[in-house]
């Protein structure tokens, strides 16, 4: 028989059987129908279980390479982690939310149209995945950090008594603050707001800003991956751990009754109706009324001698008094992405390990703000916008100017380089991930570390020594003069004897985080703070070594190395050094 033809008796059967179903009693005619609601709500089920499964897996991919960054090509990483998050987010149904008024209060550096275009965009763009990635590794950050081997031996009794007046929630976020603070002061090295020495570059800024300018110069991300910064830098990477905690914390400024500036002046937090005050250029919370404890907004504005007691006589006086700080404004640390529509979907989607803060209610926290006495008004920070388009410029200018390039690679990129020992330590560093991982064969931030100190015979003999120019990939092009070959082998020195350094430094810092305060101070003394090994870490290195020092119960010598003369942080040393004096007093009374 043709196949044509078999094909039209297959087809008058089937359809002789489906007029049969159609024309038998009721009682079979139910079961049939029952039979295909069945089968529809199967199908239905599966392909709802399936469209679940995809987008969970759309979700975990971009969650795996956000928390795998430092190994991959960063292009092809935010090309990727884009097209997953615009898949995930293409079968979810997004608010149109009305653009918030506080919007405005950036426009002097964000056109209102630029914000608000930022702010109601559906797509996911590289702009998100920097807001994305900054909030993943401060949420990683804070689970770690956020341990009483972080809590400061000045605060336990106060921090105890505490809990008597606040509720258990918001003595735990007290004692969270108090841990991140201690941890940023402890592990960002200070950096003063103004930067010494002129580059001789040419290179020009917008909005009025200047080259190595206070605040802007570095990211909040750069100020965290770099392990230094300034005191508007360090705050910034407060109210950024803050806000992965759940912690409303702002930038708190003065506004100048001539000009109109926000001068800023310290971190508050919020906790329970108080506003509780963290100062980062001196490295120190400022200490309640009698130097007891942490002062609140509303002490500072109604007890002189709480601000007065932040001088040190016959070295400083602190640049605040009570009259200053009667009407402060307070400024968020949010981008037009932390309080979009599209991050506040993002974050819904987030369970389990992956959960982090993406998304703000900056209405709702800005009313709560406003209510507190002392504060005049809630505005957007300038801050981040200033700093994401200065270091674009700043990219855009070292292509231009040579002189500027060698400083930017001298001075960055031995901490940018994709996948490199010292990077990939950093990350896991930030992580907590101090030892190997057996099970997955990965090594942790010490075995990375140690891996960077190559001994100083093999860094002098790079210029002599073949194989070592290999491993350490220094190449003599064929139209390469003798003195640019000379010049790649000096910087390739400079650059391993500065990663050793940084690398010394940063072990010394996960000893005391370990609690091995024995170990730190050796490693401090020893490694660090020698001659021979003298870096820029020098400064920071004595005042975790007084705190380690501090920690061993060495009182004297702990406050002998907080005054030494000259250090950026001398002024909050110092104050330091008088509440370790006070407390062990206290205690001796006791």
């Not at 993943?136 to 809590?151: I, K, P, Q």
């Not at 806000?243 to 409303?248: D, F, L, V």
């Not at 070594?545 to 406050?559: F, H, K, S, W, Y």
């Amino acid at each position: 028989m043709p196949r044509f033809a078999s094909t039209q008796l297959h087809q008058r059967v089937t359809s002789r059987l489906l007029v049969g179903c159609f024309l038998t009693v009721p009682v079979l005619l139910t079961g049939c129908s029952d039979d295909l609601d069945t089968v529809r709500q199967i199908q239905s089920d599966r392909q709802a279980k399936l469209q679940a499964e995809s987008e969970q897996d759309h979700l975990g991919e971009a969650f795996s390479l956000v928390s795998r960054l430092v190994e991959l090509n960063p292009e092809k990483a935010e090309r990727q982690i884009s097209y997953h998050l615009n898949r995930w987010a293409d079968s979810k149904s997004q608010n149109s939310d009305e653009v918030p008024e506080i919007l405005g209060t950036i426009s002097d550096v964000l056109p209102t149209e630029n914000a608000e275009e930022r702010f109601l965009r559906e797509r996911f763009l590289k702009s998100d995945l920097s807001h994305i990635r900054d909030s993943y590794l401060a949420r990683r950050a804070v689970e770690w950090v956020d341990h009483e081997r972080s809590d400061d031996p000045l605060l336990t009794d106060w921090l105890t008594e505490k809990t008597s007046e606040l509720s258990e929630e918001d003595a735990d976020r007290l004692r969270t603050a108090t841990r991140l603070f201690d941890w940023i002061v402890r592990n960002i090295a200070y950096e003063p707001m103004k930067q010494e020495g002129d580059l001789g570059t040419s290179a020009e800024f917008s909005m009025g800003m200047e080259f190595r300018g206070a605040g802007y110069r570095q990211t909040n991300y750069n100020t965290l991956w770099r392990g230094y910064g300034d005191a508007l830098q360090r705050g910034g990477v407060f109210t950024q751990l803050c806000r992965q905690a759940s912690i409303p914390a702002v930038i708190l400024a003065v506004q100048s009754s001539d000009t109109g500036a926000l001068n800023p002046w310290c971190v508050g937090v919020k906790i329970a109706d108080q506003i509780y005050l963290f100062d980062f250029e001196l490295g120190t919370y400022i200490p309640g009324p009698g130097q007891v404890g942490i002062a609140t907004l509303s002490d500072a504005r109604s007890d002189a001698s709480v601000l007065r007691r932040m001088n040190v006589p016959g070295f400083f006086e602190y640049w605040r008094s009570k009259s200053d700080v009667q009407q402060c404004i307070a400024l968020l640390n949010l981008t037009p992405e932390a309080i979009s529509p599209r991050m506040k979907l993002l974050e819904s989607g987030l369970t389990g390990d992956r959960r982090m803060n993406l998304y703000v209610d900056v209405e709702t926290l800005a009313k709560e703000l406003d209510e507190v006495s002392g504060i005049a008004g809630v505005r957007l920070w300038s801050m981040p916008i200033m700093a994401e388009t200065y270091q674009e410029e700043l990219k855009v200018a070292a292509k231009r100017d040579p002189g500027l390039a060698v400083w930017y690679a001298t001075k960055f990129a031995i901490m940018e380089s994709v996948n490199s020992p010292l990077t990939l330590a950093r990350w896991r560093h930030l992580h907590g991930q101090f030892v190997d991982d057996e099970d997955e064969d990965e090594a942790g931030a010490r075995t990375l570390y140690l891996a960077q100190r190559a001994p100083e015979f093999e860094i002098q003999d790079l210029r002599i020594n073949v194989d070592l120019q290999q491993a350490y990939n220094v190449r003599r092009d064929g139209d390469m003069t003798p003195e640019q070959y000379d010049l790649q082998i000096r910087q390739t020195q400079s650059m391993l004897r500065l990663g050793k350094r940084t690398a010394t430094y940063w072990i010394s810092l996960i000893q005391y985080d370990d609690q091995r305060y024995d170990t730190a101070q050796n490693w401090f003394t020893k490694r660090v703070l020698t001659d021979e090994q003298i870096s820029f870490w020098e400064p920071a290195a004595r005042y975790n070594l007084a705190r380690a020092v501090e920690q061993t119960g060495d009182l004297d010598r702990a406050i002998e190395l907080y005054k030494t003369d000259g250090d950026p942080q001398e002024h909050g040393n110092r104050i330091r050094a008088r509440l370790v004096g006070r407390n062990s007093e206290d205690r001796e009374s006791s």
